[in-house]
């Protein structure tokens, strides 16, 4: 049975080829390790080209969300996407793209668990494109990707990092990545304050 309790919240990071070869490994599970998450698998591994295409379409409405959210972006800088106005042609050409970037070099995949572990980590990772996701943010500090670069190269929008969208996103991308017996359970020590309810037991 699932726990229930928000502390048992689990979510899939994915250090993207790029995020490797910029040698953050270091620097991103640190913010995730001070922000009081659980590490509770890794790995490191290239994934094939079917595997991406996998993770990528096992949200039924990604490809219509993702190339709805890209033609806004084009939109709001007062502009047409230079492939199609239809979001279904233009996720189509975003996931082939997706496809050689991630299949590229070695990722780090790993599963991070704590309360709202969904919503903190996509906090700490910021928006999808370098350019405009905030500054204090993964996504916004440490790179300066944006769409219209990567379209000009025709290539994916580099950002580092992939992170679980969305509590179901995350329930079907944890099984694609990790069996059951790589997650392990366990106890970590500051757990004891972060989810201690009294805090009674700290005086000598
Ligand atoms: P995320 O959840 O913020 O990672 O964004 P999505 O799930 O919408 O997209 C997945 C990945 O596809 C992103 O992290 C980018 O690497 C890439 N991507 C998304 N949209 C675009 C786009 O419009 N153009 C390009 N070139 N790459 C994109
Ligand atoms: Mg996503």
Do not use: C
């Not at 001070?34 to 990528?56: C, E, N, S």
């Not at 668990?113 to 996701?133: D, N």
């Not at 995350?170 to 359970?185: G, H, N, R, S, T």
């Amino acid at each position: 049975m699932k726990k229930q309790h928000p502390k048992h919240e689990q979510t899939l990071v994915v250090l993207k080829p790029d995020g490797i070869q910029r040698s953050l490994i270091g620097e991103i599970i640190k913010r995730f390790e001070q922000l009081g998450l659980k590490l509770t698998a890794v790995k490191m591994l290239v994934p094939t080209a079917d595997f991406v295409k996998k993770h990528y379409t096992l949200d039924p409405e990604w490809p219509l969300k993702t190339g709805q959210k890209t033609i806004k972006a084009y939109h709001d800088r007062g502009l047409k996407h230079p492939v199609s106005d239809d979001p279904l042609k233009v996720s189509e050409v975003i996931l082939q793209k997706l496809i050689r970037y991630m299949t590229s070099g070695p990722v780090v995949a790993m599963v991070w668990q704590g309360a709202h572990a969904v919503e903190m980590v996509r906090k700490l990772v910021g928006g999808t494109e370098p350019r405009t996701s905030d500054v204090g943010t993964i996504r916004g500090d440490y790179v300066l990707d944006s769409y219209a670069m990567s379209d000009i190269d025709g290539r994916s929008i580099r950002n580092l990092i992939h992170a679980s969208g969305s509590v179901t996103e995350a329930d079907m991308e944890i099984p694609l990545w990790f069996k059951q017996e790589e997650i392990v359970e366990y106890k970590l020590v500051q757990e004891a304050i972060l989810y201690d309810v009294n805090l009674d037991g700290l005086l000598e």
